[in-house]
């Protein structure tokens, strides 16, 4: 079966530290990756998706950034954080067919 | 107009209620409709999830599509506690990066 997993699950990081998130897609191959952003009382935002290996669209303009080193494996990057990046930020993956498995989620706090 | 409409709640029921959570949307070129369950500080799960108009049902949860109105529900029978969660409706058409346009989620809580 597939799973997804991403870590960490929670970070406390200051204003202007890097950032980087990690997801890691099992029991598939050449999935879609995506990385979303979800604001209390906002829904989710889509940032970043990918197609394949090295193949990264943005969505939103940002201080942001997403890399696809390997088939199933997603990061989501950041050289210096701003307070406005706090949230939730959530992996997800598809065959392909429209709908969306996502991971359990990380919840950054920039103070 | 927001392509996907969702009232954002709360909508609070008593248990063993019947709940009817509803989205509507403008692009008539959605084939695919899904609705997942976020619990609080949690990812999404993905509940059902369907490509024709009609009914679909799974245990106590039935989804409906009705494309000529570009409306869906999910209806939950026999309400538990448990299903207090919030509830997210997406779509997205055929093809391409199959990205789904998310409604904001319906809060429900099922009070004992």
């Known amino acids: 079966s597939q799973t997804i997993h991403q870590w960490p699950a929670t970070l406390v990081q200051p204003v202007g530290s890097p950032l980087s998130l990690e997801c890691t897609v099992e029991?598939?191959?050449?999935?879609?990756l995506y990385w979303y952003r979800q604001a209390a009382g906002r829904g989710l935002q889509l940032l970043f998706y990918?197609?394949?290996?090295g193949q990264i669209s943005s969505e939103v303009p940002q201080n942001l950034s997403a890399s696809r080193p390997q088939d199933r494996q997603f990061i989501l990057s950041s050289k210096k954080l701003l307070l406005s990046d706090s949230g939730f930020y959530l992996c997800?993956?598809?065959w392909g067919t429209g709908e969306l498995f996502f991971g359990e989620g990380s919840r950054l706090t920039v103070l | 107009q927001k392509e996907v409409e969702q009232d954002p709640g709360p909508l609070s029921v008593p248990e063993g209620a019947i709940v009817s959570l509803n989205c509507t949307y403008s692009?008539?070129?959605?084939?695919?409709f899904m609705w997942y369950r976020q619990y609080s500080r949690k990812g999404p799960e993905l509940l059902m999830y369907t490509y024709s108009s009609g009914n679909k049902e799974d245990g106590r949860f039935t989804a409906q599509v009705d494309k000529s109105s570009k409306y869906i529900s999910l209806f939950i029978r026999d309400s538990q506690p448990s299903d207090s969660a919030t509830y997210l409706c997406?779509?997205?058409?055929?093809?391409?990066?199959?990205?789904?346009?998310f409604g904001r989620g319906t809060s429900l809580i099922v009070h004992p």
């Open positions: 990918s197609v394949g290996i």
């Open positions: 029991g598939t191959s050449n999935p879609n």
């Open positions: 997406a779509m997205s058409v055929r093809g391409g990066s199959y990205i789904p346009t």
């Open positions: 997800a993956w598809t």
């Open positions: 692009n008539s070129a959605f084939q695919y």
